[in-house]
Every structure is written in C-alpha cells, then in structure tokens.
Antibody
C-alpha cells in the first residue's frame, strides 16, 4: 500500500532553517508530484507548494516564495521541504502528501511533522 | 487568485442530512476539480470526495459531492449523520497556474 512517512518534530529558533523529509513507498515515485501543506495550531490547511520528482518542476505558494525550497531524491523515493528564516508564525504541523497531477488531489497524507519556532 | 469560502461551522442531529458549501470567489467552480477532506481532532486529513463527486474506496456512500454552477459552489452532503462524522471538513481546488487553494474549513457538529 502507498505510504508516506515524515521525519520527526523539530524545535528551532527564529531565523533558523528547518528541513523536513518525506519517504514514500508502495508506488512509482516519479509518477506523482509531492505536495506540502501546513497547519498552524487551531487553524486551517495552508498549501505550501508541490514538486514533481519526474522533472523537478515546482510551484510554490506566493506567500512563501524565497523562503521555501522543495527537492526530491529519486534514488531513495524521498522528498524534502526546507523553510528558511523561520518566524514564530511558522509554528505548525507540516504535511507531505502525494499529489495526483490530473486533478490535484492530495492522497495519502503523511503523519505530519510538528515544527515549533521559539526563542 | 481565487478563494474558497466555507461556513465556519454547521450542526445537525444524528440521522439527519447536512450540507457544507464551498463557494469560489472568482472563476468558474466547474473549471477545476474540487476535493473534500475530513480531519478529525488530532488526526491527519483524509479524502472523502475527489474530482467533484468521486468517493475513494472505504468512504461510505452517505458522503456525496456536487457542483452548482449557478451559485459557483461545491457542496459536500452527508446523509444519515453519525456522531463519528464530527470533524473539520475542507474543500480544495486549484487554478490555471496550478496553484492550490484550500477553503477555510467547516467544523461539523452532530448534536
């Protein structure tokens, strides 16, 4: 079955960077894009961007342009999301999810990675 | 870009039918597929409807999705409401630039 497993929680200071990993299995990695979505405490879902492991095409949310970088490693079927210049309002659960390109359907979702930004 | 507007909360009695709306603020709702996700407290989102009206395997047929071009909105309808359906529900779509948009979420309470 399709599985998406993320790295563990992180605590970072303001101004630092965080890199979250997302290891996939159970399907052909290059056939689907990987999407990243975050959820601040008590808030809704916020789309961050997506990346195609097939050709490296990316699309980032305008709000995060310049601070976020998404990459993939096709040798290990793993995706990465790096967020720089962290602020307190970046504190959130970060989800990695497989993205069906034809309809932009996110499924399944990883278990989530809590990133806490605090001095 | 457009937004997807959802009611903040809805409530209904168990056994009844409830509908959650998702209105697209600009552009046609029919232009791009709409998905619906259920998120129970403390859990990961899961899909209940994809591509406007398709149910993933394992999702009960009590859940249905539709599109209404006249109101430029999508709807998620849950019939025979159960207490286990209590959750936050999010609609999601995308635009011609392949930018993704989530609705703000609706908290469903089964009274």
């Amino acid at each position: 079955q399709v599985q998406v497993v993320q790295s563990g929680g992180e605590v970072k200071k303001p101004g630092a960077s965080v890199k979250v990993s997302c290891k996939t299995s159970g399907y052909t990695f290059t056939n689907y894009a990987i999407g990243w979505v975050r959820q601040a405490p008590g808030q809704g879902l916020e789309w961050m961007g997506w990346i195609s492991p097939y050709n490296g095409n990316k699309n980032y949310a305008q709000k995060l342009q310049g601070r976020v970088t998404m990459t993939t490693d096709t040798s290990t079927n793993t995706a990465y999301m790096e967020l720089r210049s962290l602020r307190s309002d970046d504190t959130a659960i970060y989800y990695c999810t497989r993205l069906t390109g034809t309809s932009f359907w996110f499924d399944p979702w990883g278990q989530g990675t809590l990133v806490t930004v605090s001095s | 870009n457009f937004m997807l507007t959802q009611p903040h909360s809805v409530s209904e009695s168990p056994g009844k039918t409830v509908t959650i709306s998702c209105t697209r603020t600009s552009g046609s709702i029919a232009s791009n597929y709409v998905q619906w996700y259920q998120q129970r407290p403390g859990s990961v989102p899961t899909t209940v409807i994809y591509e406007d009206n398709q149910r993933p395997s394992g999702v009960p047929d009590r859940f249905s999705g539709s599109i209404d071009s006249s109101s430029n909105s999508a709807s998620l309808t849950i019939s025979g409401l159960k207490t286990e359906d209590e959750a936050d529900y999010y609609c999601q779509s995308y635009d011609t630039s392949n930018q993704v948009v989530f609705g703000g979420g609706t908290k469903l309470t089964a009274l």
